[in-house]
């Protein structure tokens, strides 16, 4: 009997998981609602915590985020992997997720679902 591998290969579907909030809305030009937080962090590892929060991308949309003090405030009290957002337009419609996450982490709280509802009223406006 051969010995078994200590690093299987996965096979199939992965528990990998995203939430993805969806607005309706055209661009102008391209990339103009294309934006993703940069975070500012202190400590390492499991202890990490977001001190701050701030938008980059090459557009309007990541200007307006900026300015929004309470929607940064909001991002920064959540955890690193919470407040790493991404808002990428694709054709007719943006979306709005974060990072993938397994079956025992996924789901959205109250305080990411306002973050991403701010976050398309900028889009909308």
Known sequence: MA??????????????????????????RPGDLLARTSLTTKGRFA???VESASWKGPGQLARRLNEDADLNRMIAEQSVA????????TEDVVRIHGKWKNHLEF???????????RIAGHIKG
Not at 82 to 89: G, Q, S
Not at 107 to 117: A, H, N
């Open 107 to 117: 789901g959205i709280t109250p305080e990411m679902f306002r973050i991403y509802d």
């Open 47 to 49: 202890e990490k915590t």
């Open 82 to 89: 919470d407040a790493t957002i991404f808002v990428e337009p």
């Open 3 to 28: 010995p078994q591998d200590p690093n299987p290969l996965v096979w199939g579907a992965m528990d990998r998981f995203q939430a993805h909030c969806i607005v309706r809305a055209k661009e102008s």
